[in-house]
C-alpha cells in the first residue's frame, strides 16, 4: 500500500475516533440518550468522560498532521508515523495507568496527561516535518 492510501486511511480513523468521542460526550445529540432523560445523559458522560475526552484530543492532532502530511514526501511521512506507532499508544497507556486522584487546587495526573501529551505530540509532530524536511531538501 503506498503512502497516500495509508493517510487517507489514517485520517478516516481519525475522523471516526472524533465522532465516536463526540458521541460519548454528547450522549442526546447522537440519539443515545433521551433529551428529557437528565439521568441517563449523566450516566452516560460519567462512565464515558475520560474516554471521550482521549478520542478527542488524541484523533484531533492527528487527523491535523495526516492531512498535512498530504502535501508531503513519503520520507516524512515514514519518519512521523514512526514517532506516532510508539507515542500514540505509550500516551494512553501512560494515561491509562495514570492516578485520576486530585484535589481541588491541583488537577490529577490522568487530566494533565490527557491535555498536554496531545499538544506535545502535536509539537513533536510538527518538529519532525520541519526536520525531515530540511534533512530532504539537503539531499
Excluded at 10 to 23: E, R, T
Amino acid at each position: 500500500m503506498n503512502y497516500k492510501k495509508k493517510i487517507y486511511w489514517i485520517l478516516f480513523a481519525s475522523v471516526i475516533l472524533i465522532v465516536m468521542g463526540f458521541a460519548l460526550a454528547l450522549p442526546e445529540i447522537f440519539g443515545l440518550c433521551k433529551r428529557t432523560d437528565a439521568s441517563c445523559i449523566d450516566e452516560y458522560i460519567y462512565s464515558h468522560d475520560i474516554l471521550s475526552t482521549l478520542l478527542i484530543f488524541f484523533a484531533v492532532p492527528i487527523f491535523i498532521i495526516s492531512f498535512i502530511m498530504l502535501f508531503l514526501r513519503e520520507q516524512i511521512f515514514d519518519a512521523w508515523l514512526k514517532f506516532a506507532i510508539i507515542f500514540a499508544p505509550s500516551s494512553i497507556i501512560f494515561i491509562a495507568i495514570s492516578s485520576p486522584q486530585g484535589d481541588m487546587f491541583f488537577p490529577s495526573i490522568r487530566e494533565l496527561a490527557i491535555f498536554l501529551l496531545p499538544v506535545i505530540f502535536l509539537i513533536s509532530s510538527f518538529g519532525i516535518i520541519f526536520w525531515e524536511s530540511r534533512k530532504a531538501k539537503k539531499w
